[in-house]
């Protein structure tokens, strides 16, 4: 099965090694990345889809950040 991920975050060193920690655990990028003003914030916010094949059948209950 394969699960998918929507990481977003800030435009920060820490987004990207949200990124990075992802690939780190076999996560595999899905498109592009998406960067866009946050006018609530008035900040810069960056979104990276992630996939990855795991065993199993899909549940809502997957903790996708945990596999």
Do not use: N
Request: glycine letters at 8%; proline letters at 4%; one cysteine or more.
């Amino acid at each position: 099965m394969r699960v998918y991920r929507l990481l977003t975050d800030e435009d920060t060193a820490a987004f990207c090694h949200r990124v990075s920690a992802a690939l780190a655990g076999g996560w595999e990028l899905y498109g592009s990345p998406a960067y866009a003003h946050d006018p609530a914030s008035g900040k810069m916010r960056c979104a990276q889809a992630v996939v990855k094949d795991v065993e199993g059948d899909y549940s809502p209950d997957l903790k996708l950040g945990e596999l």
